[in-house]
């Protein structure tokens, strides 16, 4: 929807009468339904028409919302970093708008002063989350924190948030924590989960106790490091993203997965630094186990044209029955046409589209008469 500087009088005129004490001449359902259309930056220039058009525009400018602190706002001085992150808590506990929260990200990418007492580091924390815990529409709460992890994850320790939450995005460190079930009690509606906790550090984990209390409604869930994987067991978990995956570790994650009570039907693999390891233990321990797979995305370097190693690999992915969708992130030209190949005669019955990427060599492979043809892909850069 188009609005010109014209109509926003006669909108005006339309929504707000000042001789009637303030009361709109237009139903609120109607003014919401007219708002609905309207791109973001005029509905910014529209809140500030009235204070009605400032409340019916309220529920989408509110919907995403991000508190930084970061060293471009605070220098890198700690007591600065401390100082913006209050005033941020105070607007979403205050703002009678902050109602409207749907989408909620918290970056702290500068340090937090430590001062002695209440407000300390642990109380500016603990004021963001009981801040947060009043946002009774959030849907989706990112926390990216590059400082001051495990004490963010300590926060989060026996916090219950609003029962519509349905996605969490986290990247603080589990190590202090004594198990996780402390934190995920107050969030079992959750349906997604990224817990990236390691990317950063990549500390090396050996284990991670799967959740004695499995989330009900896990749909989806992102990870680094099959260890973390255990979060998906006794939870309905059919859409996995696993990075940073050693191959040696192909056995432990195949365990998790078939200890979900759902199909596995979406899987994303890469390895991360762990590409110099021979990637064939996944092929062979892991993959060619996983019947249900419909969707099947990879990154992992090719093999040299005509490996053994790289033959056997693929033929353990030709024997899956279902996959429809193969995304390979490192497939040289070669590998992409003996998948072709090995697609028109004896294997990936069921594959109907694949995208590979590979330098210069990106190509995607579709069905043209029952037959699976590679065509050239064009990416923009």
């Given at each position: 929807m188009v609005?010109?500087?014209s ?22 359902d ?14 910014k ?5 009235s ?11 509110w ?17 600065h970093?401390?100082?913006h ?22 970056r ?9 007492g ?35 994850a300590h926060g ?5 948030f609003?029962?519509?939450l ?13 198990g996780?079930d ?17 990317h950063?550090?990549?500390r ?35 859409h ?7 191959p040696?570790?192909?056995s ?36 060619q186990h996983?019947?249900?797979?419909l ?7 090719p ?17 899956l ?7 390979w ?53």
């Amino acid at each position: 929807m188009v609005v010109s500087a014209s109509m926003y009088s006669g909108l005006y005129a339309g929504a707000y009468d000042e001789q009637e004490e303030g009361h709109p001449r237009l139903p609120y359902d109607v003014l919401y339904s007219v708002f609905s259309y309207v791109d973001f930056d005029t509905l910014k220039m529209l809140s500030s028409l009235s204070s009605v058009c400032r409340k019916c525009t309220a529920h989408r400018l509110w919907r995403s919302f991000t508190i930084s602190v970061d060293k471009g706002l605070t220098g890198g001085i700690a007591i600065h970093g401390a100082s913006h992150l209050l005033r941020m808590v105070k607007l979403i506990r205050d703002e009678v708008r902050a109602e409207h929260i749907q989408v909620l990200r918290i970056r702290i990418y500068a340090p937090i002063d430590n001062a002695a007492g209440d407000w300390g580091l642990k109380g500016r924390i603990n004021s963001l989350y009981d801040a947060i815990q009043g946002l009774s529409a959030l849907y989706c709460l990112q926390l990216d924190t590059v400082v001051h992890r495990e004490e963010f994850a300590h926060g989060l320790m026996g916090r219950s948030f609003a029962p519509g939450l349905e996605m969490c995005i986290f990247n603080v460190s589990s190590l202090p924590v004594e198990g996780l079930d402390d934190i995920f009690e107050g969030m079992r509606g959750l349906r997604s989960l990224r817990w990236t906790n390691d990317h950063y550090k990549r500390r090396t984990i050996q284990e991670v106790q799967p959740l004695a209390k499995p989330l009900p409604s896990l749909n989806e869930l992102v990870v680094y490091g099959a260890q973390y994987a255990a979060l998906m067991r006794g939870s309905p978990v059919s859409h996995l993203t696993v990075h940073s995956l050693n191959p040696s570790h192909s056995s432990m994650l195949l365990a998790h997965i078939q200890a979900s009570t759902s199909p596995l039907v979406h899987l994303q693999l890469d390895f991360g630094l762990t590409q110099v390891v021979k990637p064939l233990p996944v092929f062979r321990d892991l993959l060619q186990h996983l019947s249900s797979l419909l969707y099947l995305e990879i990154m992992v370097d090719p093999w040299p044209d005509g490996s053994n190693e790289g033959v056997q690999c693929l033929a353990y992915l030709a024997t899956l029955p279902k996959v429809e969708e193969f995304v390979w992130k490192g497939a040289s030209c070669y590998w992409q046409k003996h998948i072709c190949s090995v697609a028109n005669t004896s294997g990936f019955t069921n594959l109907q589209h694949g995208t590979f990427l590979y330098r210069v060599d990106n190509r995607s492979l579709v069905r043209e008469d029952g037959l699976a043809v590679l065509k050239d892909l064009y990416l923009c850069s």
